[in-house]
């Protein structure tokens, strides 16, 4: 008898430990530790590499969490030679002022590029404020359109594309000027525009960066309940289409609901 009732709580307590484990881990564990994931491309390596560069995707910052202070500090560990941000990073007006101070903890003599996503369209943002500060902490803004600047004696292109969703996406537009560069890298928030990006003749690019399905933010058992509009195919990680290659970040942040679940935050480490 004293076997059967301590096997009753047993399975009762079961019952109640892991929705706690969980909940716990949707809330807490995987939104605010991330994972570091380094790649490394044309024959690079950690010791031996032209350029460091970061992507940071997803972030929909409201303050400046635990969380995204220990971004700032393993930014600041990795010493990168260029920061690019690949859309969402601020989702409404009133957060504006968290990205600004999440900027300015920022290594201030690493250039910094940013594009769009759709929330800062649906989320008001006044994007010629946004531009300054982004301006003012040394990060250039890209809206279809491309700049090449000059890292460690190596010529990087850098072609932003406005919003697939929530602006113009324009690829055509953004590649006129037919600037020249050895390493061409093509930030666009919507990975399903990469569809249109990778069939045009005159692309020349080694890496396509996109963000916006953050892993699908909740994935049971590999099952992924929800795909945000402009996803297309794709969901995490490394895709290639017509030789291009393009990595699909999860993202620091989360949308609509403040949980993640088998979707892990991460930044992206490329090593060229």
Same mark, same amino acid.
């Given at each position: /008898?004293?076997?059967?009732? &301590?096997?009753?709580?047993?399975?009762?307590?079961?019952?109640?430990?892991?929705?706690?484990?969980?909940?716990?881990?949707?809330?807490?564990?995987?939104?605010?530790?991330?994972?570091?994931?380094?790649?490394?491309?044309?024959?690079?390596?950690?010791?031996?590499?032209?350029?460091?560069?970061?992507?940071? &995707?997803?972030? @929909?910052?409201?303050?400046?969490?635990?969380?995204?202070?220990?971004?700032?500090?393993?930014?600041?560990?990795? =010493?990168?030679?260029?920061?690019?941000?690949?859309?969402?990073?601020?989702?409404?007006?009133?957060?504006?002022?968290?990205?600004?101070?999440?900027?300015?903890?920022?290594?201030?003599? $690493?250039?910094?590029?940013?594009?769009?996503?759709?929330?800062?369209?649906?989320?008001?943002? !006044?994007?010629?404020?946004?531009?300054?500060?982004? #301006?003012?902490?040394?990060?250039?803004?890209?809206?279809?359109?491309?700049?090449?600047?000059?890292?460690?004696? $190596?010529?990087?292109? %850098?072609?932003?594309?406005?919003?697939? $969703?929530?602006?113009?996406?324009?690829?055509?537009?953004?590649?006129?000027?037919?600037?020249?560069?050895?390493? @061409?890298?093509?930030?666009?928030?919507?990975? #399903?525009?990469? !569809?249109?990006?990778?069939?045009?003749? @005159?692309?020349?690019?080694?890496?396509?960066?996109?963000? @916006?399905?953050?892993?699908?933010?909740?994935?049971?058992?590999?099952?992924?309940?929800?795909?945000? #509009?402009?996803?297309?195919?794709? %969901?995490?990680?490394?895709?290639?289409?017509?030789?291009?290659? /393009?990595?699909?970040? =999860?993202?620091?942040?989360?949308?609509?609901?403040?949980?993640?679940?088998?979707?892990?935050?991460?930044?992206?480490?490329?090593?060229?």
């Amino acid at each position: /008898m004293k076997q059967a009732i &301590s096997r009753k709580k047993f399975l009762k307590s079961i019952l109640y430990i892991v929705p706690a484990i969980v909940l716990s881990d949707a809330l807490l564990v995987e939104r605010f530790f991330f994972e570091t994931n380094e790649y490394y491309l044309k024959n690079s390596s950690k010791e031996k590499c032209a350029i460091k560069i970061v992507q940071i &995707s997803d972030l @929909h910052i409201h303050q400046l969490n635990l969380g995204l202070k220990r971004v700032i500090k393993k930014i600041h560990e990795l =010493k990168p030679d260029l920061i690019l941000f690949t859309g969402d990073a601020v989702d409404n007006k009133d957060n504006i002022h968290a990205l600004k101070e999440f900027l300015q903890r920022l290594p201030k003599d $690493v250039a910094k590029f940013s594009i769009l996503g759709n929330w800062e369209y649906w989320g008001n943002i !006044d994007l010629e404020e946004l531009k300054q500060i982004y #301006q003012s902490n040394n990060c250039t803004l890209l809206i279809n359109e491309s700049i090449v600047t000059i890292i460690n004696k $190596v010529k990087v292109r %850098l072609t932003g594309i406005d919003d697939f $969703v929530g602006g113009n996406a324009n690829f055509s537009d953004a590649i006129k000027d037919d600037a020249i560069g050895n390493i @061409h890298i093509v930030m666009n928030h919507c990975p #399903q525009y990469n !569809d249109t990006i990778t069939q045009n003749k @005159h692309r020349n690019i080694d890496l396509i960066l996109s963000g @916006h399905t953050h892993g699908g933010q909740v994935s049971l058992l590999g099952y992924v309940p929800f795909l945000p #509009q402009g996803s297309g195919k794709y %969901l995490k990680g490394w895709y290639e289409q017509n030789g291009v290659k /393009m990595y699909i970040s =999860k993202g620091l942040g989360t949308s609509i609901l403040p949980i993640r679940f088998g979707s892990r935050a991460e930044m992206a480490v490329f090593y060229f």
